[in-house]
């Protein structure tokens, strides 16, 4: 008896890069006051308070703002940020560097883990 030989193949993240905007006309973040400035801008205020709230700012390497992804939201105690997405959003979109936020419904001013 001959056995078949079968090829495994690997499922991989397709990437493509399609700009449709001029970059010097987004915003440029150099500080974390003017990346405050753009996430309040894209928050849902209305639960910011009800809702922990996971988002990504995406930069080119100039720190313009490639776009902002809202990755998850949780309850009042957390959500979750799976790095899987969070690094295919990155390639995806061609960014050099990430801002990571999140809120904290409960008021509590401490890190998260």
């Not at 493509?16 to 309040?40: C, G, M, V």
């Not at 776009?67 to 997405?85: E, F």
Request: aromatic share 6%; hydrophobic share 40%; glycine share 4%.
């Amino acid at each position: 008896m001959v056995q078949e030989q079968t090829s495994l193949r690997v499922a991989e993240v397709e990437v493509s890069y399609k700009s449709n905007y001029n970059i010097t006309e987004r915003p440029k973040i150099n500080s974390s006051r003017d990346a405050y400035r753009i996430l309040i801008q894209h928050w849902h205020l209305e639960r910011i308070e009800l809702l922990e709230e996971f988002k990504v700012i995406l930069l080119n390497t100039c720190n313009r703002v490639l776009g902002i992804v809202d990755i998850s939201v949780g309850g009042v105690q957390g959500t979750l940020a799976d790095p899987k997405i969070i690094f295919s959003v990155a390639l995806k979109t061609n960014s050099s560097k990430l801002i990571l936020a999140h809120n904290h419904p409960s008021g509590n001013l401490n890190s998260s883990d």
